[in-house]
């Protein structure tokens, strides 16, 4: 399993971005697919994440509903996760994963700064 992950970068309070995670070794239509963020000096946390394996019943972080959106290209074996709305405190290494029962993969990360 591969996870890449890229779309982050530096932007004003009140942007947007895209976050994409292009997977391999798995489908990401049948796959619990997720984004984590950690910022720092703290744990990491979830911000999103498809926790029916592919069937889109989404769960978002409180902080995040109504700005973020997870989203899926299956042609493109890809998901994202759109950003709108960021605020300073948004502002951290974010994580693509692909979770089994067992196991826990994870991108390498894309940092993403919003800037007051």
């Known amino acids: 399993v591969q996870l890449q992950a890229s779309g982050g970068g530096l932007v004003k309070a009140g942007g947007s971005l895209r976050l994409s995670c292009a997977a391999s070794?798995?489908?990401?239509?049948?796959?619990?697919m997720g984004w984590y963020r950690q910022a720092p000096g703290r744990q990491r946390e979830l911000v999103a994440a498809d926790t029916s394996g592919g069937n889109m019943n989404m769960d978002y972080d409180d902080s995040v509903k109504g700005r973020f959106s997870f989203s899926r290209d299956d042609a493109k074996n890809t998901v994202y996760l759109e950003m709108n709305n960021l605020k300073p405190e948004d502002t951290g290494t974010y994580y693509c994963?692909?979770?089994?029962?067992?196991?826990?993969?994870w991108g390498q990360g894309t940092l993403v700064t919003v800037s007051s």
């Open positions: 994963n692909y979770a089994t029962r067992n196991s826990n993969y």
């Open positions: 070794g798995i489908l990401v239509s049948i796959s619990r």
